[in-house]
């Protein structure tokens, strides 16, 4: 098994920048995605993360540290519309298959 | 648009009845996922086909069950429904286990 913890909820200034940290425990840790996912809607995939350092995607950007299974997903440049929830989940790679493991997610709400 | 396309998005039953999710994967991928998310679980991985064999399977009842077709699209099947069972259930893609998930909009499933 595995545990993935994230914090549940943070608030922050349109304009501003976030942070959502993730941290995990797991074997045979094959990468670490971001979604994104608005109330009732699907997941959007964010970003992905296999080896240690920062992936940047526009206003987004995802940083890994394998070693001490650590993870954050940063958000620049706030907007109304990224009040979502951010979901963090490990990929692990089993005797003939990968699979996909989500935290319950960080419900970020921007305040005008 | 993810193009993963599920039905129905809507689907309201009672206690006892058995229900199909159908999802059409985005052209080009083999691999198909069905997760349930219900309000205090988060997103709960079920079961895994890629190309039309059964590759992993997470938390799924043995009431649930799925199967994919010749032609890669999916059901997934729901029977003796219990109260418990209300939830969303998306159905996601991807182009090979290793790459990223893209999800449907997902069906909502209401147990009266």
């Known amino acids: 098994g595995q545990n993935i913890d994230q914090p549940t909820e943070m608030t922050a200034t349109e304009g501003a920048i976030v942070q959502i940290n993730c941290t995990y425990q797991?074997?045979?840790?094959?990468?670490l995605f971001w979604y994104q996912q608005h109330a009732g809607e699907a997941p959007t995939f964010l970003s992905y993360?296999?080896?240690?350092g920062l992936e940047e995607k526009g206003r987004f950007s995802s940083f890994l540290s394998r070693s001490k299974g650590y993870s954050y997903l940063l958000l620049k440049e706030l907007q109304m519309k990224d009040s979502a929830s951010y979901l963090c989940a490990v990929r692990r790679l089993g005797s003939n298959d990968y699979k996909l493991s989500f935290g319950a997610g960080t419900t970020v709400t921007v305040r005008a | 648009d993810s193009g993963v396309t599920q039905t129905p998005k809507h689907l309201i039953t009672a206690t006892g009845q058995r229900v199909t999710l159908r999802c059409s994967p985005r052209?080009?991928?083999?691999?198909v996922y069905w997760y349930q998310q219900s309000l205090d679980q988060g997103l709960q991985f079920l079961i895994q086909?890629?190309?039309?064999?059964?590759?992993a399977k997470g938390n799924i009842l043995e009431r649930f069950s799925a199967q994919q077709f010749p032609d890669l699209h999916s059901e997934l099947n729901l029977s003796s429904l219990e109260l418990g069972d209300s939830a969303l259930y998306f159905c996601a893609s991807s182009a090979g286990a290793d790459q990223p998930q893209h999800f449907g909009d997902g069906t909502r499933l209401s147990i009266l």
């Open positions: 993360n296999v080896l240690d």
């Open positions: 797991t074997s045979g840790f094959n990468g």
């Open positions: 086909y890629y190309n039309g064999e059964e590759r």
């Open positions: 052209s080009g991928d083999l691999s």
